[in-house]
């Protein structure tokens, strides 16, 4: 049943390719659509109007509280608020892979061609298409043009003069991140185009993985008995289509840069704003077979029928010397670079683009302090690194796209694994770069734990991970602007500790120093409407700061709630690090993070209220599940502080303090007891244990805290918090009600469910589906040998969000059974790489040693 509703809804996105022919070089596996396809489900984001009357009434306080703050923030302030409830990002169904590696600003190019999503100041995203920035093929045969078409389906009101409107249903886009390929067969010609888009994201690499750039790999393929002169023609605008573009004193030049016997053109473009100025670049590689051609200015309105004829009359451009004027207020500019080459009659060549980007230096918005990339560690940061970059990629990508097969490969080689679960595993890795990520160098002066060393319980000013791997920083949601939302990146953080462990190291050493320091400014938090501190100490923070003001200098830009109060973020931090040791084995970070471990498990049990060892909940239940209130004990607290307990007990062996492990043994024993008592009801643990008329129902994530210990090597024997046998009922509880008795058991598992089979709708949050908890669900039944059911799960999200409601590399937050959305481009649903850890150390199923994390083994 599963594998032909998979087929079929891999076969209805191609459904209205018409070609046979199938390009050069595309890879079986990953995700494929033609260029005509429409999606027929509309769906809508979450508004108010969806609120249930009860739920307002219940939260009419937090209601005006957030109005008055929205209109301070929108209309006095006149910045963006970091969750806009009044104006929901719109779906719209058109993105494909972004451009670019790891925290340098990204470029989204959408399947169907469109540069339309764009993040080059940090964070900071608008959702624009640039209707100028287009590739065209200028076919010519015996000194005749005979074929000139933009590879674009659409037909805009603007440049006239230029040959749009391709048949889309020619043309198919094959998403593989991090690359992607776009197949043309243009009607009538017997020529194949293939263009391979890619971009250097590549597991353990630190620093090609952080540069600007991307490459554009042209194949032409001629069916023809003739031969055939073929110009690929590049045109891109001065700016990313916002209003900055038309404020004047932009200027573009061309660039020839040769150098180790390589040479590459182009133009670079100029983008002279006040704040986080930066140069564009459109580069071709010079080969004796192939010459390059540009366009340095054309004004990119009207019909812009000359750059079209110069194009049509030789199928190179004019070439002029010289830079172009700066753009006068209200204008904007654009350049145009072409590549040519013959192709032989039943033969192939290949023309190579770059775009690149450098925007060495950067602030966020309140100005305060200049941060530097991270590439600049390797190509200055002195604003003139375009060229190159562009030449550093162009004679590196075919190395990159090694090394990237090289990842790969063993993963989409195991006959084992099903299509579609290859394509989630690495598409969902586009937020890695397009999460508003930033990547920055370390400042000279930087001091993370405001003074307090480890001699004191602190840490060093400069941890070495950091000095040497920098800071990353990526946001909760593109609609939900907090860099390092801490309780989300609990499990998103699978993609970073599996792929760039360095990287996760440097955010958790980032973490702890906040839980050391404070900020004792008072703030009103809309939920409850009472004052407290910013941040408060020994505490985890909820996140480390807006984009829109300093991110690290002021953290927990969340200020719905009060995160002193939450239960879970503490002890995700503890989770986090035995995990991260476990997979890493670097005993320098175990003995860094000791101390913070132990100050914050003491922040927790002032809530064990009764003294049985276990915590309990009031109100809400945690930072997770923030719209779902609970009472008392709950099975994911309560789970997660069992967990936390037992990788207590673990570390305090490893570091011999036999005193620490009988203190966190003896409250484990006790806490265990608790939790079974209170919680189990013989086929699952309870929601939570007030007795309530929803305390009985079936949560998806309670087996948060078991899921943690088996990736960490734990969960059996002395380092067992929860028996196997309830485990095992307790999934097979979650499949039978919250997967398969939900929406016929074709999108997941639903956050909520009672008992009886229908969804919890006591909240907004019960009666969603969250992707990246389903992944999360996903593994912990892997790691039990359920993998069947884990499977089946899993690919209800990727058949909902990618094949059905279009909204691929958006993955959203969360979505109910029909209509809605929330919360687009999550951070989330990284956690799918949770499903690969676990398959690796399964000892029941397909298991490929791809996803090994260890750096000093093999590793991916």
């Not at 989630?424 to 999460?435: C, P, Q």
């Not at 801490?486 to 993609?495: E, I, K, L, R």
Request: hydrophobic share 35%; charged share 20%; with cysteine.
């Amino acid at each position: 049943m599963t594998a032909e509703w998979g087929e079929k809804s891999t076969a209805d996105l191609m459904s209205r390719y018409v070609s046979k022919e199938m390009g050069y070089g595309v890879p079986e596996e990953g995700w494929r659509i033609c260029l005509a396809h429409e999606f027929k489900e509309k769906r809508q984001p979450y508004q108010a109007g969806d609120v249930s009357l009860s739920y307002i009434w219940e939260h009419i306080g937090l209601g005006l509280r957030y109005i008055k703050w929205w209109y301070k923030k929108t209309r006095v302030e006149k910045k963006a608020p970091f969750i806009d409830m009044f104006r929901p990002l719109p779906l719209q169904q058109i993105y494909g892979v972004p451009l670019g590696g790891i925290g340098g600003g990204t470029i989204t190019r959408g399947w169907r061609g469109d540069f339309c999503r764009w993040q080059l100041n940090p964070g900071m995203y608008h959702y624009t298409t640039v209707t100028a920035n287009q590739f065209t093929v200028c076919l010519r045969r015996g000194g005749q043009t005979v074929y000139q078409q933009v590879l674009s389906v659409e037909r805009p009101s603007t440049l006239q003069g230029w040959n749009w409107g391709f048949c889309g249903e020619y043309a198919f886009y094959h998403a593989l991140y991090p690359r992607a390929w776009t197949v043309y067969h243009l009607p009538g010609q017997n020529v194949t185009l293939t263009c391979r888009q890619i971009s250097p994201v590549i597991p353990h690499d630190y620093q090609d993985s952080s540069l600007p750039v991307a490459v554009f790999v042209w194949d032409v393929e001629n069916k023809n008995d003739y031969d055939l002169e073929v110009s690929i023609m590049f045109t891109v605008v001065n700016g990313s289509g916002d209003k900055s573009d038309k404020s004047g004193g932009h200027w573009n030049e061309p660039f020839h840069l040769e150098k180790e016997g390589e040479a590459v053109s182009g133009v670079l473009l100029h983008h002279c704003t006040t704040v986080n100025p930066y140069t564009l670049c459109i580069a071709a590689r010079e080969q004796p077979d192939r010459e390059a051609s540009h366009q340095t200015a054309f004004s990119p309105k009207g019909t812009c029928s000359d750059l079209w004829s110069d194009l049509i009359t030789d199928g190179r451009l004019d070439s002029p010397a010289g830079s172009s004027p700066p753009t006068s207020k209200g204008e904007t500019v654009a350049a145009a670079l072409a590549e040519g080459c013959s192709v032989a009659a039943q033969g192939r060549n290949t023309l190579e683009f770059c775009l690149a980007w450098d925007m060495p230096k950067i602030t966020f918005g309140s100005g305060e302090r200049e941060h530097i990339r991270r590439y600049t560690r390797y190509f200055g940061t002195n604003s003139d690194a375009s060229p190159s970059l562009s030449h550093y990629a162009l004679t590196h990508y075919k190395q990159w796209e090694q090394s990237i097969e090289e990842w790969q490969r063993p993963i989409l080689q195991n006959s084992a694994l099903p299509s579609w679960y290859k394509s989630a595993l690495f598409n969902e890795l586009y937020f890695v770069t397009d999460g508003g990520t930033v990547w920055t160098e370390l400042a000279e002066d930087a001091d993370i734990s405001g003074g307090i060393r480890s001699e004191d319980g602190g840490l060093p000013a400069q941890p070495a991970v950091i000095k040497e791997y920098g800071r990353f920083a990526y946001l909760e949601g593109q609609e939900y602007r907090m860099y390092n939302t801490y309780d989300v990146h609990f499990y998103a953080s699978f993609a970073l500790i599996m792929l760039w462990p360095k990287i996760a190291l440097s955010i958790q050493y980032d973490i702890a120093g906040s839980v050391i320091q404070q900020d004792t400014t008072e703030r009103v938090h809309l939920m409850s409407g009472q004052c407290s501190y910013v941040n408060t100490k020994n505490v985890v923070p909820h996140d480390i700061g807006d984009p829109d003001d300093e991110p690290w200098e002021r953290v927990n830009a969340y200020l719905i709630h009060d995160t002193a109060d939450w239960k879970d973020l503490n002890l995700k931090f503890v989770l986090q690090v035995y995990r991260d040791f476990h997979l890493t084995q670097d005993t320098q970070y175990l003995q860094d993070m000791w101390p913070i471990c132990k100050v914050v498990m003491e922040s927790e049990l002032k809530f064990d209220l009764d003294g049985d060892g276990l915590i309990e909940n009031s109100g809400f239940a945690d930072q997770t599940y923030d719209g779902w209130t609970v009472t008392g004990p709950s099975a994911y607290c309560g789970g997660l502080w069992l967990a936390s307990l037992c990788v207590m007990c673990k570390m305090a062996r490893l570091l011999d303090n036999e005193e620490s492990y009988q203190y966190y043994r003896d409250i484990l024993d006790r806490g265990s007891a608790a939790f079974d008592k209170l919680l189990w009801n013989g086929k699952y643990y309870n929601y939570d244990s007030s007795g309530g008329d929803h305390s009985n129902s079936v949560m998806s994530d309670q087996c948060a805290g078991h899921w943690f210990l088996k990736a960490s090597g734990l969960g059996e024997g002395d380092y067992q918090a929860f028996p196997k046998e309830k485990m095992l009922t307790t999934l097979k509880s979650i499949f039978d009600l919250n997967v398969m008795s939900f929406a016929g058991g074709q999108m997941g598992a639903v956050n909520g469910m009672r008992p009886e089979g229908v969804p919890d709708r006591s909240s907004i949050q019960s009666d969603e589906v969250w992707t990246g908890v389903v992944y999360g669900l996903a593994a912990t039944m892997i790691h039990e040998g359920m993998w069947d059911e884990g499977m089946r799960t899993a690919e209800g999200c990727y058949r909902t969000v990618w094949e059905r409601c279009g909204m691929a590399f958006q993955t959203p937050e969360a979505y109910s059974e029909k209509g809605c959305f929330r919360s687009l481009a999550y951070m989330r649903p990284l956690s799918i790489w949770a499903m690969q850890l676990a398959l690796n150390t399964s000892q029941t199923t397909p298991a490929t040693s791809a996803g090994d994390t260890n750096e000093s083994r093999d590793g991916v």
